[in-house]
């Protein structure tokens, strides 16, 4: 049982060697009421199905660089989720990781290329948000269910947004940075 913040260790030991965690596995934290705050060290490459499903007290989450996989509703129903910095630079998904998690604040890296597929797919609460000029491509069904959604500032360096990304956004609103050239 996970009570306050968790430190996830760069790596473990046991019977005197040492090994680096580069994964967190499928329901390791599912249903941890008490987990306020996780710390994700750039060692992992992975985190599992569910992995923090249900964690109720969670408010806040840092996506390291070094992600490459996040499992479908690896932070599914985290009901007081309110903030995602995402910085993993190539990252694949499986099939919604934040599922009905209300993020209201949405911060992704400057080394950022690719916002994934299913992304934030169903997370209702978020807003607005701007999309830094090192993103080149968006996902299928990215943010595919963002109901609430009223506007995203998307910049020229976008060259593919994915099949669905935007879908049932009733309310949104897409600004495009558009280079002007004046001869």
């Given amino acids: 049982m996970v ?3 968790l430190v996830i260790p760069y790596a473990v030991a046991n019977d005197g060697k040492a090994y680096t965690v580069t994964a967190i596995g499928d329901l390791a934290f599912n249903g941890a009421k008490g987990l306020t705050a996780i710390t994700i060290p750039s060692s992992v490459k992975s985190i599992g199905n569910r992995a923090f499903d249900s964690c109720s007290k969670l408010t806040e989450i840092s996506i390291p660089q070094s992600l490459e ?4 509703m690896a932070f599914a129903r985290c009901n007081h989720l309110t903030k995602l910095t995402w910085n993993a630079v190539n990252c694949e998904t499986d099939g919604k990781p934040f599922f009905n998690c209300p993020i209201t604040e949405l911060t992704i890296g400057d080394d950022v290329q690719c916002l994934p597929n299913s992304f934030l797919a169903l997370c209702t609460s978020l807003t607005d ?17 963002c109901t609430s959604l009223t506007g995203v500032t998307i ?7 994915g099949k669905y990304a935007f879908r049932d956004c009733q309310m949104l609103l897409i600004r495009f940075t558009v280079p002007i050239t004046c001869t």
Avoid at 155 to 161: D, G
């Fill in 129 to 145: 948000f701007t999309i830094p000029p090192s993103v080149t491509t968006i996902g299928a069904s990215a943010f595919d269910g």
């Fill in 3 to 5: 009570n306050g913040p």
């Fill in 155 to 161: 910049p020229n360096t976008v060259t593919s947004i």
């Fill in 69 to 72: 996989n996040i499992a479908g």
